[in-house]
């Protein structure tokens, strides 16, 4: 008898610690936010997949292959840099009833969100847009962040202040 009223309460205790660091967590998030440094953040090397260095030795490169990898390249670089300036710009208000607005210049986008991982894990659904995204957090406290956020063409690791509670 003794065995599992202790198992229990050991099972209990642990649940109530990852719970509280998900709140914890949570309540820190809850504001508007305000990009202030942005980096890439694991970049894939684009040149390498542009040229088409993983193809296989069987097939060779002709000239339009050779004229296109530049121009794939620079698109990919072109999108990230506008997206580097687009969110210098924005700022992302997360409110305590799991609802998020991220403000661009021109355009409000609605989106929902929840931690996972015991609060190291920002899932983001933006139903409008039709995306999610999912925002790994690095480092927060009451008046900063540091999260990396996914993307397609790689990642960008963003330095975030909080302007509002």
Request: net charge positive; hydrophobic share 40%; glycine share 4%.
């Amino acid at each position: 008898m003794k065995r599992p009223l202790t198992l229990f309460f050991a099972f209990a205790i642990t649940l109530m610690i990852s719970s509280c660091a998900t709140s914890l967590n949570q309540k820190k998030l809850v504001g508007t936010w305000k990009a202030i440094k942005i980096e890439r953040y694991n970049i894939p090397n684009l040149a390498a997949s542009a040229s088409g260095e993983n193809r296989n030795d069987k097939s060779s490169a002709t000239t339009a292959d050779s004229t296109a990898a530049p121009r794939q390249l620079s698109k990919a670089e072109d999108q990230l840099n506008r997206l580097i300036k687009m969110e210098q710009r924005s700022t992302l208000t997360l409110n305590a009833d799991k609802t998020a607005i991220k403000e661009i210049p021109g355009k409000t986008i609605h989106a929902t969100w929840k931690l996972k991982k015991q609060g190291t894990r920002l899932l983001v659904d933006s139903k409008e847009a039709g995306k999610k995204m999912t925002i790994e957090i690095l480092h927060i406290n009451d008046t900063s962040a540091v999260v990396v956020e996914t993307l397609p063409i790689g990642g960008l690791k963003v330095t975030y202040r909080k302007e509002k509670k």
